[in-house]
């Protein structure tokens, strides 16, 4: 199996690229080594998320035991869908994860079988609502947070993942503490303009912080008082 990713990666990215393919718990994950590593290569390669799941479950230890609520909305259902697998994959740890997401129209929404195919999961729930419907959908009409209005959560046991819009990332963050979230419970995925990966061209600085190097998932405690944070 390894070494049919490995000849997979080559293929699409050169023989040059050195990687390192190791299965664990029966989950093939990849490394590259920094010299190699060149994330427009990466994007060119296509390799789906279907066949190659990168999963590393040390990040995800601070959540056993808990309640995962993630609130997306527009494009941010892309990578919110690679942390989705990832949850699934260490799920006999967590207690519960609920996606609330939110996009402008019905077409708009990326990834429409993940909902369905969500629901389906054992300890998984996915909720989806739009600012503006059309004649066919008869799904909540609203912005993403109003269906935090809607779920059953245990506040003192629970996280929050917050991936979307500048604005919605704001105004999800601030239901989120009007819920009675504290700042280290909320996780923010702070995408910038990310041109160098390896925190060098200054393009993704927020504050101190190189959202490349350092993020670009941060608690709001760590960013909380950085300027300008939404934009």
């Not at 996915?126 to 600012?131: F, I, P, Q, S």
Request: proline share 4%; aromatic share 10%; net charge negative.
């Amino acid at each position: 199996m390894t070494e049919w990713i490995k000849d997979k990666i080559h293929e699409k990215c050169g023989a040059n690229l050195d990687v390192v393919v190791e299965m664990k718990h029966d989950i093939p994950t990849f490394q590259f080594k920094e010299e190699a590593y060149d994330m427009a290569i990466l994007f060119d390669a296509s390799i789906s998320f279907d066949e190659i799941i990168e999963i590393n479950d040390e990040k995800f230890e601070k959540f056993f035991g808990k309640e995962v609520i993630i609130l997306g909305g527009g494009c941010g259902l892309a990578p919110i869908r690679s942390l989705l697998y990832a949850l699934e994959h260490v799920k006999d740890n967590l207690q519960k994860v609920i996606l609330c997401y939110g996009s402008k129209t019905p077409s708009d929404c990326i990834y429409k079988p993940l909902f369905s195919r969500l629901n389906k999961i054992e300890k998984f729930e996915a909720y989806r609502t739009v600012d503006k419907a059309d004649s066919e959908w008869d799904g909540p009409v609203g912005v993403a947070t109003t269906l935090l209005n809607k779920i059953n959560i245990n506040l003192k046991n629970s996280v929050a993942v917050v991936c979307g819009p500048p604005i919605m990332m704001k105004f999800g963050t601030l239901k989120f503490l009007e819920m009675g979230y504290t700042d280290d419970q909320i996780y923010l995925s702070m995408e910038k303009n990310m041109s160098c990966g390896l925190g060098k061209c200054g393009h993704c600085m927020m504050g101190e912080f190189f959202v490349c190097k350092d993020g670009p998932v941060f608690t709001y405690n760590e960013i909380k008082n950085t300027p300008d944070i939404w934009k």
